[in-house]
């Protein structure tokens, strides 16, 4: 129950599954509050620690690295997601 938290799939099953097993619902809830607190203050660090770590990367390569860097990872991202919905239109 902790772990589905974190897994997109297993969020939205999570619950269905604990019902379907029966498990009591002060050890579903338990579990399903703690994952969902960790989850978020999780992710919330994350963020935190990631905005933190931009100003050091801007500072010591430049902002213009930065930049470059993000428009080249935005672009294999576009092209990777294209690649994937021509392969899913084509049905292979």
């Known amino acids: 129950m902790f772990f589905g938290r974190f897994v997109v799939f297993t969020r939205a099953a999570v619950p269905l599954l604990a ?3 029966r498990m009591p ?3 579903f809830l ?3 509050a703690l994952g969902g607190l960790v989850w978020g203050v999780g992710f919330v660090v994350l963020g935190f620690v ?3 770590s931009y100003a050091a990367v801007a500072d ?3 902002r213009t690295t930065a930049v470059v860097v993000g428009v080249i990872l935005l672009g294999i991202v576009l092209v990777w ?3 994937v919905r021509r392969l899913r239109r084509t049905g292979a």
């Open 81 to 83: 997601r294209s690649r």
């Open 30 to 32: 338990a579990f399903n």
């Open 25 to 27: 619902y002060r050890r």
């Open 19 to 21: 019902g379907i097993s």
């Open 60 to 62: 010591a390569v430049g």
């Open 50 to 52: 990631a905005g933190n």
